[in-house]
């Protein structure tokens, strides 16, 4: 979703006024005041114009974040609250989209926060610049050359713990996309004097210390050095330690830095050596000797120490040990060596630390320029940031040459800041057509020239003294300026042709004071030409040149003797000029930006708003001035659409919607204001307002008349909610009621419908119960006349036909009756069937006695066919042993009362198997006909009536009985020969066989037998006889019958005897006629 637009201000919750422009009434009070109430509420940005005013807040802020960085970016400049960053955005903007080469100008005292100033600057431009591997790379090493400027460059001070002892100036090059492509650094005027001395409380270079804390042992060793800072006398050992600084943690990211630059191994070896030497020559001391010619001579103490520094140099030690004790001059193709004294050996030495040191470190910059130097030669955008020192004063006269020289580099931006922004003034009113009115303000042209004019200019004066022959002093060079300058307006000297300040105590004699732009400011004279002539001996020169060690020997050009130039070297002075005029040069072609710092206190901590000391700031920075010169013309001006777009409320032919040009809308709207003539202009694309007050009333009428549409709006919006609300609720109260009525009715109808539906039921069921009624009526009627007209016609037909029907109607329907009462007997006599089992005795009642007869031969009937069906069933075998058991039946039923036990018992008639058992062999061989009974009987003996165990054969032809043990035959009877077989009624197994009278076998008499199985003997005997002989053998059955034995006759008698012997039968001879069988 896109985001949503917010025209926003800077005048929008303004704390103070946002752009000093607008400040109301314009004096210092108000200006300071309205500093310390944004610095309060933590607002350290301030505008004039579009200059920036930063305070340094000495705490993190949270108001540099990647968010902020996207808050600002694209935005314009008046458009969000005052930072730097809107600054930044407006200057790269300008430079990528109007090909405007840019320059931001830092300017403030020590601690103000320049440094920080021109880091967020490019920190702000690396993130909204192009993005890419190789433009990533380049960002990196323009950012990763700071820590190595500042390492090398940066101290220590009383003011600042990170003091920048350098001028720095950095083009970043971008191509036409607005890509970075590479950088140019330039330095100004290292303090090199840092090097051997440092003010109390102050401290040198970082990188001494960072070399001691953080190089490993190992490293410290090669480079000779020891982890002890006090064992260097250059090393000031107050604060030597600073609070929040981790030097050995900075030493490693130094390291880190120096190698993303693009720094080799071997020239990073070869720097630490270099600051190693430096660091050690400060170890060298000296002792005088007194010489015979009378002249001092100096001898070095302890010559370890410079052994060492040989060691590390590749110097040879004799020629610096030289180098040391002597001066050569030459002119004129002469030579003139003299030898130098203890004071000028030490000076000698600390020159050489100094030039070492600052050598080296422009020699650092312009490797960094190699690294980052842009590798296309198409024309490029240039964006310069100026990280230079600001104004100095120090109390007490202590300001000196380099105070001297820092000073008029500021009186220079002064005046560039003078030109460019009147000059951009001047050409914006002309480009906009406005009548340009004279502005008063201080040109400090007049000091610049008093510093740096060729002829009479301090500067040159000074150069002057020291190339004249002849004894040259601070005091001549003093004397010099009074006579030059006596009458320049901005130049006080107690010593001058002027007698102004012939009396002025509070300047000494040894000083002059310079009116700066920004202050007054006295200087001690004394240095000032010693440190504008930059004296390195020649000897010294020429042994760093034979050093046997590349870095140092570049660093030393002038000692190589094939170029010897007996032309002295540019002093110090005028290099500062030239190199301010070559900046001055290079800032004039570009669009100016300037961010002005300032410093709130000088305890380096937050929150605390020193008064005096920014009142004195603001001062020298002439910010007042630049308001007044801002102010000078039109205080505010503003394109004619955003000054419509927010003062278009204050006139109802403007609000809401202005639909002719822009221009003509702020006419109508400043005209319907009334605002007075004088008050404005009409650029070509801007409105110029001339009086803050004006724009405040301006302010004012808006935020009245946006209270005003708030509470408008507020109230539409209010009677819109209600009005919406209540459509709404009327719109829902309709759809309820429809609802609820639609409930209601269909409620309604269901329970009518319901009550119809019961109502017409009862109805339907009356009337359905009445007609079913008058049916059932008449049905009724109907049936009662069919029974009237059946029993008319019956009587009719009766009456008709009873004289036929009289005479056959009994019997028919007696036959009828008979008939269905058979018909019903026979049905159900098919149900009630017994089984088919002849046993089974059932048989169904009988149901009419007339069926008496019938049921019992039905039953007959059923019984002799079960039976005809069991025999049916029957094999032949069965057959002929039911025909036995029939024939027993006959002989014996009802007759003897040992038939009814032998019924169940199968007939066997073999029971002696003779065949098998080897026993009865014999017998079988004697018997050659078919036995039918072989069984073991009791012969009764006729003399006693005992019993004895015979084999009982029965044959096709003979009955035989032979001896149960030997098997021998003892009687055998020819089946024609027996008569009858006797036995009593009872339940015994006697009986006695009869043979005929004069047969053979009937001489031993007939044979008195018992057998278990009587019944089944006397019944094959009766068959086979049968069979046999065709005729019917005779068995007697009686309780008493006789017996022929021999030839008597005995009585066999049968009686019903005890139960003493069991249940067998017992036999006595009586007498001689009467055998008696006891039968139990
Ligand atoms: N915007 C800032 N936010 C937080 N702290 C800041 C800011 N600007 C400066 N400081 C603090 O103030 C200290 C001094 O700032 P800086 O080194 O930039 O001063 P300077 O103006 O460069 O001084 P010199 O002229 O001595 O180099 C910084 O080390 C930092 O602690
Ligand atoms: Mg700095």
């Not at 001690?524 to 046997?548: C, I, P, T």
Request: with cysteine; hydrophobic share 35%.
């Amino acid at each position: 979703m896109a985001k949503m637009e917010v025209k926003t201000s800077l005048l929008d919750d303004m704390i103070g006024v946002g752009d000093m422009v607008l400040l109301e009434p314009l004096n210092e009070d108000s200006f300071i005041n309205n500093l310390k109430k944004r610095f309060d509420h933590n607002e350290v940005y301030t505008y004039i114009g579009s200059v920036v005013i930063s305070i340094n807040p000495y705490r993190s802020l949270p108001i540099y974040t990647p968010e902020k960085v996207e808050e600002y970016r694209n935005r314009n400049f008046y458009e969000l609250s005052p930072h730097i960053f809107a600054l930044s955005d407006e200057a790269y903007r300008s430079l990528r989209d109007q090909d405007k080469d840019q320059c931001i100008l830092i300017t403030g005292e020590s601690g103000a926060g320049k440094t920080e100033a021109s880091k967020l600057v490019m920190s702000y431009v690396a993130a909204v610049c192009g993005k890419g591997a190789e433009v990533n790379q380049v960002k990196e090493q323009l950012l990763q050359s700071n820590p190595v400027l500042e390492a090398f460059g940066n101290a220590k001070t009383v003011r600042n713990d990170n003091s920048s002892r350098f001028g720095k100036y950095m083009d970043i090059e971008f191509d036409f996309k607005g890509d970075p492509l590479g950088g140019v650094i330039s330095n100004y005027l290292l303090e090199k004097s840092r090097v051997v001395k440092q003010p109390r409380g102050e401290r040198n270079f970082h990188i001494f210390y960072q070399i001691l804390s953080g190089a490993s042992e190992e490293f410290l060793c090669k480079l000779k050095l020891e982890r002890d800072f006090s064992r260097y006398n250059y090393l000031g050992l107050d604060s030597a330690r600073v609070n929040g600084v981790d030097d050995a943690s900075n030493f490693r990211t130094v390291r880190n830095a120096m190698q993303i630059v693009g720094f080799m191994d071997h020239e990073t070896q070869s720097v630490f050596e270099v600051v190693a030497a430096v660091l050690k020559l400060g170890n060298i001391e000296f002792k005088p000797e007194s010489r015979a010619n009378g002249l001092d001579e100096s001898k070095i103490k302890d010559k370890n120490e410079l052994k060492e520094i040989c060691e590390l140099t590749g110097i040879d030690q004799s020629v610096l040990e030289r180098a040391f004790s002597f001066r050569t001059v030459e002119a004129k193709q002469e030579k003139v060596s003299t030898t130098l004294n203890v004071a000028q050996a030490y000076y000698a030495r600390d020159a050489l630390a100094k030039n070492l040191y600052s050598r080296l470190f422009s020699w650092l910059v312009t490797r960094i320029n190699e690294s980052i130097k842009a590798q296309t030669k198409v024309r490029k955008k240039v964006m310069g940031v100026l990280d230079i020192y600001g104004f100095e004063i120090f109390e007490n006269a202590d300001n000196s040459f380099e105070q001297f020289i820092i000073n008029y580099c500021n009186e220079k931006l002064q005046q560039i800041f003078i030109e460019l922004t009147l000059k951009e003034e001047q050409e914006e009113y002309i480009r906009e057509g406005i009548e340009w009115t004279h502005i008063e303000y201080f040109n400090n042209a007049i000091i610049c020239d008093l510093i740096e004019n060729n002829q009479t200019g301090i500067l040159a004066m000074l150069d002057e003294e020291c190339l004249r022959p002849g004894t040259v002093t601070d005091e001549t060079f003093l004397e010099k300026l009074n006579q030059v300058c006596a009458t320049h307006q901005h130049f006080e000297s107690r010593m001058s042709k002027c007698s102004r300040f012939l009396n002025d105590t509070s300047l000494p004699h040894s000083c002059f004071r310079i009116q700066h732009y920004a202050g007054k400011v006295m200087y001690q004279v004394e240095g000032f030409v010693d440190k504008n002539n930059d004296l390195l001996y020649r000897d010294l020169s020429q042994a760093m040149w034979k050093a046997n060690h590349s870095l140092i020997k570049a660093l030393f050009p002038e000692g190589n003797p094939a170029k010897i130039n007996l032309k002295r070297p540019p002093t110090a002075g005028s290099q500062f000029k030239a190199s301010v005029a070559t900046l001055m040069k290079n800032l004039q072609t570009k669009n100016p930006n300037y961010i002005r710092c300032i410093k709130p206190n000088d305890k380096k901590a937050a929150h605390i708003f020193n008064e005096a000391l920014v009142c004195h700031q603001i001062r020298y920075l002439g910010l007042l001035e630049n308001v007044r010169v801002r102010r000078a013309g039109y205080a505010f001006r503003q394109p004619y659409e955003p000054c419509l777009e927010r003062y278009k409320m204050l006139c109802k032919q403007t609000w809401p919607h202005w639909r002719g040009p822009a221009r003509a809308g702020v006419e109508v709207l400043f005209n319907e204001l009334g605002i007075p003539e004088e008050e404005f202009s009409f650029g070509r694309s801007k409105i110029f307002i001339r009086n803050p007050r004006t724009l405040f009333k301006l302010e004012d009428l808006r935020k009245q008349r946006l209270e005003d549409l708030a509470t408008l709006i507020e109230k539409i919006y209010r009677g819109w909610k209600c009005r919406t609300r209540f459509l709404l609720m009327k719109k829902c109260q309709v759809v309820i009621a429809s609802w609820y009525r639609r409930y209601s009715q269909q409620k309604k109808y269901q329970k009518i419908k319901s009550s119809a539906i019961t109502v017409q039921s009862y109805i339907r069921g009356w009337k359905a119960r009445k007609l079913l009624r008058e049916l059932k009526h008449l049905k009724r009627c109907n049936e009662a006349a069919t029974v009237i007209a059946a029993y008319w016609h019956g009587t009719q037909v009766r009456r008709e036909y009873r004289k036929f029907f009289r005479a056959n109607a009994g019997r028919k329907i007696y036959e009828f009756t008979l008939q269905r009462l058979m018909q019903k007997y026979f049905l159900e006599m098919k149900n009630k069937m017994p089984s088919l089992s002849p046993i089974d005795k059932n048989w169904p009642a009988r149901p009419y006695l007339f069926l008496d007869s019938t049921h019992k031969e039905l039953k007959r009937i059923f019984h002799l066919w079960r039976c005809k069906k069991y025999r049916d069933q029957f094999t032949d075998q069965q057959k002929l042993i039911y025909e036995e058991k029939l024939e027993a039946s006959e002989l014996f039923k009802d007759k003897k009362a040992l038939y009814p036990a032998s019924v169940g018992q199968p007939f066997q008639g073999a029971y002696l198997e003779i065949s098998e058992n080897p026993k009865y062999k014999k017998l079988k061989d004697a018997v050659d006909e078919k036995i039918i009974i072989a069984e073991v009987v009791n012969k009764i003996n006729r003399a006693n009536g005992k019993a004895a165990s015979r084999i009982f054969l029965l044959t096709k032809n003979n009955v035989l009985l032979a001896d149960q043990k030997s098997g021998t035959i003892k009687s055998e009877v020819p089946l024609g020969d027996v008569t009858k077989v006797s036995m009593s009624s009872q339940n015994d197994g006697f009986f006695a066989v009869h043979l005929k009278e004069g047969s053979e076998a009937a001489s031993k008499g007939d044979f008195l037998l018992s057998s278990d199985h009587l019944i089944e003997m006397a019944t094959k005997l009766y068959r086979t006889t049968l069979s046999q002989t065709k005729q019917k053998l005779n068995i007697e059955i009686s309780d008493e019958f006789l017996v022929q034995f021999k030839q008597d006759k005995v009585c066999v008698k049968f009686i019903q005897g005890s139960q003493k012997n069991g249940n067998i039968p017992t036999c006595k001879r009586k007498n001689n006629r009467l055998l008696e069988v006891a039968v139990p």
